[in-house]
């Protein structure tokens, strides 16, 4: 969304993809995912600075990276040093999600999800309820 875009300095995903771990699809199979995402939202004028995604299901330090853990969100922050937590929003529609962000104390928002709604700091049916959220103009 071009909006978010404007609104939000980063725009990053991290998402637990089991299914590699489990050999269901490959790396560049969702390499090609996220290549198709960031080019469609790119071309509707938004963007994604970056994808953050924990694959496998068996490697110690690899599991320190899936959510609920803070493990990609810290890497995000290596990445791009402005980032500060306690000024930042995870949207998420899973229990998981909302565990990691308090962990790192972001901001909690529970889109299209009621089952999760009592443990975020908010709470949207979409991702455009983003903007009436932050009542943006």
Do not use: W
């Not at 939000?8 to 790396?27: A, C, D, Y």
């Not at 924990?54 to 040093?81: H, S, V």
């Amino acid at each position: 969304m071009v909006v978010l875009s404007k609104i939000f300095s980063r725009i990053i995903i991290v998402t637990n993809q089991q299914g590699v771990g489990k050999g269901l699809m490959n790396e560049e199979d969702l390499e090609s995912i996220h290549t198709m995402l960031t080019t469609e939202v790119r071309l509707s004028g938004g963007r994604i600075d970056a994808i953050y995604a924990a694959t496998c299901l068996k490697d110690e330090d690899t599991k320190k990276m899936r959510k609920p853990n803070t493990g990609m969100l810290l890497l995000a922050q290596e990445q791009f040093e402005e980032i500060d937590f306690k000024k930042s929003i995870i949207v998420g529609d899973s229990i998981s999600d909302l565990q990691m962000g308090h962990a790192l104390g972001l901001i909690t928002i529970a889109c299209n999800n009621s089952q999760i709604h009592e443990h975020a700091d908010y709470n949207i049916p979409n991702l455009t309820g983003i903007l009436a959220l932050l009542e943006y103009k």
